[in-house]
């Protein structure tokens, strides 16, 4: 049974068909999934919930799908980790870690909205699909569409990290690699896709697609034994990850699922030499003006934010703040998560990570709360941006004079 009822405008606020389109006519505003919610409050209860699979599609009621799902159905219902020893390092009670680092199939949360874009593109009628991608959505949509058996072709600036590109050509989809940065493929992909009528999920699929972000918010809640959290730091891009986590919330406020009321502060994380929401967070300005992206966060290399008025909006109404972090920030930020915590992420998590230290440092966070870190990707990625950051290893010989020779262990006394 599906809930979805139609598309709606998010300015005017006009009903459109479930189709494959994603602007107003009216006044060019996205357009956003709605649901029947009062039906909704008949069908779901937290028990149901918890009795679906462990994947995403547990929440299959608040998604936008007609039928079963057919993608992903392994994607999703990542750990919740309880991040103690960070958290006394940086002196704040409760810490958690949201890790889609280990999101299948290929390590982010673009497995998620991919696993929703694609069920739909199926229900549509699509046979091949598409995307415009700084590197992680390119992978979701090569492996989810080779299970699925689409025709896939993969759009992404020619100068992603080698373990995105690899991680898209192995799936073997058509990758094209665009003389420009994310700003001009997804120009292009406008134009491609008025042309070619394909499923492009970012781009005509993008009310569809955008929704599967909703589920690390379900998740986030659920986990929390069905309360919202007071703080999550989320990292940036398009916006959009940020808009759909606060939405998620609300739409289980809504449904009366959660324990209390959601008082979440949603704080936006990203990296200096791209950050056109964060900056106009902190210049209390009306407007997110567009950047040329220059930054080791290639993942978060969006200078032209297709959700950035709406991702502001969500971070001031939640009473949420931004961070800016440096490129040597985002190095130590991925070490600092896995020395403490044994978690790999990859650049966009370490944005999150060192924003989050910023925030609390400032007090824009307050340390006697609960506080989730959206880690979003997986570290083994991006190793160029840590490459000479980590060091090398002890080289010996196959003996044990080499190895105490070399690596000089502290000398252990057994107990007899
Ligand atoms: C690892 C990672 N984190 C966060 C984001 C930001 O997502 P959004 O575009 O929804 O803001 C991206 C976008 O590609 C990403 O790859």
Same mark, same amino acid.
Not at 78 to 88: C, D, E
Not at 143 to 159: S, V
Not at 160 to 183: C, F, M, Q, T, W
Not at 346 to 356: I, L, N, R
């Given at each position: 049974?599906?809930?979805?009822?139609?598309?709606?405008?998010?300015?005017?606020?006009?009903?459109?068909?479930?189709?494959?389109i994603?602007?107003?006519?009216?006044?060019?505003?996205? #357009?956003?999934?709605?649901?029947?919610?009062?039906?909704?409050?008949?069908?779901?209860?937290?028990?149901?919930?918890?009795?679906?699979?462990?994947s995403?599609?547990?929440?299959?009621? #608040?998604?936008?799908?007609?039928?079963?799902?057919?993608?992903?159905?392994?994607?999703?219902?990542?750990?919740?980790?309880?991040?103690?020893?960070?958290?006394?390092?940086?002196?704040?009670?409760?810490?958690?870690?949201?890790?889609?680092?280990v999101?299948?199939?290929t390590?982010?949360?673009?497995?998620?909205?991919?696993?929703?874009?694609?069920?739909?593109?199926?229900? #549509?009628?699509? +046979?091949?699909?598409?995307?415009?991608?700084?590197?992680?959505?390119?992978?979701?949509?090569?492996?989810?569409?080779?299970?699925?058996?689409?025709?896939?072709?993969?759009?992404?600036?020619?100068? $992603?990290?080698?373990?995105?590109?690899?991680?898209? $050509?192995?799936?073997?989809?058509?990758?094209?690699?665009? =003389?420009?940065?994310? /700003?001009?493929?997804?120009? $292009?992909?406008?134009?491609?896709?008025?042309?070619y009528?394909?499923?492009?999920?970012?781009?005509?699929?993008?009310?569809?697609?955008?929704?599967?972000?909703?589920?690390?918010?379900?998740?986030?809640?659920?986990?929390?034994?069905?309360?919202?959290? /007071?703080?999550?730091?989320?990292?940036?891009?398009?916006?959009?990850?940020?808009?759909?986590?606060?939405?998620?919330?609300? =739409?289980?406020?809504? $449904?009366?699922?959660l324990?209390?009321?959601? +008082?979440?502060?949603?704080?936006?994380?990203?990296p200096?030499?791209?950050?056109?929401?964060?900056?106009?967070?902190?210049?209390?300005?009306?407007?997110?003006?567009?950047?040329?992206?220059?930054?080791?966060?290639?993942?978060?290399?969006?200078?032209?934010?297709?959700?950035?008025?709406?991702?502001? /909006?969500?971070?001031?109404?939640?009473?949420?703040s931004?961070?800016?972090?440096?490129?040597?920030?985002?190095?130590?930020g991925?070490?600092?998560?896995?020395?403490?915590?044994?978690?790999?992420?990859? +650049?966009?998590?370490?944005?999150?990570?060192?924003?989050?230290?910023?925030?609390?440092?400032?007090?824009?966070?307050?340390?006697?709360?609960?506080?989730?870190?959206?880690?979003?990707?997986?570290?083994?990625? +991006?190793?160029?941006?840590?490459?000479?950051?980590?060091?090398?290893?002890?080289?010996?010989e196959?003996?044990?004079?080499?190895?105490? =020779?070399?690596?000089?262990?502290?000398?252990?006394?057994?107990?007899?």
């Amino acid at each position: 049974m599906s809930f979805l009822k139609c598309l709606k405008s998010k300015g005017s606020g006009r009903e459109y068909p479930k189709e494959a389109i994603y602007v107003c006519e009216y006044d060019f505003s996205p #357009l956003e999934a709605d649901y029947d919610y009062d039906a909704i409050r008949k069908a779901l209860t937290r028990e149901k919930i918890e009795k679906g699979p462990r994947s995403l599609w547990r929440y299959r009621a #608040l998604l936008p799908v007609d039928g079963e799902p057919t993608v992903g159905l392994y994607s999703g219902f990542t750990p919740l980790v309880r991040a103690k020893r960070l958290a006394a390092e940086w002196g704040v009670r409760e810490l958690y870690i949201k890790d889609d680092s280990v999101c299948h199939p290929t390590w982010s949360f673009k497995d998620r909205v991919v696993a929703v874009a694609l069920t739909r593109a199926r229900e #549509l009628g699509f +046979t091949t699909v598409a995307c415009a991608s700084t590197g992680n959505l390119a992978n979701a949509v090569s492996a989810h569409g080779a299970k699925a058996g689409f025709e896939r072709y993969i759009f992404i600036p020619h100068d $992603l990290e080698r373990g995105k590109v690899l991680g898209s $050509l192995v799936y073997n989809p058509h990758v094209i690699a665009v =003389e420009g940065n994310y /700003d001009d493929v997804n120009r $292009l992909c406008s134009e491609i896709v008025a042309k070619y009528h394909w499923g492009f999920v970012n781009v005509n699929l993008r009310p569809y697609y955008s929704e599967g972000s909703k589920t690390i918010g379900f998740e986030i809640a659920e986990q929390l034994g069905w309360k919202a959290p /007071d703080h999550m730091v989320v990292p940036a891009a398009s916006g959009s990850l940020i808009t759909k986590i606060w939405k998620a919330f609300k =739409e289980f406020e809504k $449904l009366e699922l959660l324990n209390g009321r959601v +008082t979440t502060k949603i704080h936006c994380a990203q990296p200096e030499g791209c950050s056109p929401i964060a900056t106009a967070i902190l210049n209390k300005s009306e407007h997110v003006l567009p950047v040329k992206p220059k930054t080791i966060a290639k993942s978060l290399a969006i200078g032209n934010p297709a959700d950035g008025y709406y991702a502001k /909006d969500v971070i001031h109404d939640s009473g949420g703040s931004a961070a800016i972090v440096s490129d040597d920030e985002i190095r130590e930020g991925i070490k600092t998560l896995a020395r403490m915590e044994g978690i790999f992420t990859e +650049t966009a998590g370490g944005v999150t990570v060192a924003s989050a230290q910023k925030l609390i440092r400032q007090g824009a966070i307050d340390p006697d709360s609960v506080i989730v870190l959206a880690i979003t990707g997986n570290g083994l990625k +991006t190793q160029e941006a840590i490459q000479t950051a980590v060091g090398e290893p002890v080289f010996i010989e196959p003996s044990l004079k080499s190895f105490e =020779e070399k690596v000089r262990p502290p000398k252990t006394v057994m107990k007899a």
